[in-house]
């Protein structure tokens, strides 16, 4: 059974550019969240998409956005790149939102460097 | 090797040793926590859960012991190996987000 996948591995940008990672959930998932992880902040909840619906959101600026598509996979955009916006963006799926019971699998990440 | 009660960002222990991470939530209403191991280049991996009216579970060579009146969690680790080595984080649940602890950073001397 293929994990939860996400694309593309490494990307670097310049400050001001805009960005869209992917991140396809395991198959039957359809809840996805997003997190980010830096060495100053540690692991913080961006959003959680199901259905196509944003459901959660956590306390970052507009200019952090996301979307889910019909076969559940997802994609985060980041506009106006600041240099703080250098991270480690993770990608979790499971079957309705919840955790162990329900297959909550983080991917591998996408380490997005801005420049 | 062993750390109780404080968090500490690194813990370097022996093979074989015993390993303690300490971690403290924020949310008293939180109602299941878990604690994650990630490797470097990987997204978090699931060790072990435990529910807000348990105070003690165990697993394979891990324990997770839950103190709700100070707000803090521990992971024991039995017999650490070079595997182990990896950083440790905790987790708590709020509807459908994880609020993480700061990591550990566990170092497995051979």
């Known amino acids: 059974k293929a994990g939860v996948t996400q694309t593309p591995r490494y990307l670097i940008k310049t400050r001001g550019q805009q960005v869209t990672l992917s991140c396809s959930p395991i198959?039957?998932?359809?809840?996805v969240s997003w997190y980010q992880q830096t060495p100053g902040q540690g692991l913080q909840f961006l959003f959680e998409?199901?259905?196509?619906?944003?459901?959660n959101k956590g306390n970052f600026p507009g200019r952090f956005s996301g979307r889910q598509f019909s076969n559940s996979r997802s994609e985060m955009n980041v506009s106006t790149l600041e240099l703080g916006d250098s991270a480690l963006y993770l990608c979790a799926s499971s079957s309705t939102g919840g955790f162990k019971d329900y297959g909550y699998t983080f991917g591998s990440g996408t380490r997005l460097t801005v420049v | 090797g062993e750390s109780v009660g404080l968090h500490l960002p690194t813990l370097s222990v022996q093979e074989g040793d015993n390993s303690i991470i300490n971690c403290a939530y924020s949310?008293?209403?939180?109602?299941?926590f878990i604690w994650y191991k990630q490797e470097s280049g990987k997204g978090p991996q699931f060790i072990i859960d435990?529910?807000?009216?348990?105070d003690k579970r165990q697993g394979q060579r891990v324990t997770v012991l839950l103190n709700k009146t100070v707000k803090h969690l521990s992971l024991q680790i039995a017999a650490t190996q070079p595997g182990d080595s990896a950083v440790y984080f905790c987790?708590?649940?709020?509807?459908?987000?994880?609020?993480f602890g700061e990591g550990t950073q566990l170092t497995v001397n051979p």
């Open positions: 198959s039957g998932h359809r809840s």
């Open positions: 998409y199901f259905s196509e619906t944003q459901r």
């Open positions: 987790a708590e649940t709020s509807g459908s987000r994880l609020t």
């Open positions: 435990i529910r807000s009216n348990m």
């Open positions: 949310n008293s209403a939180s109602d299941y």
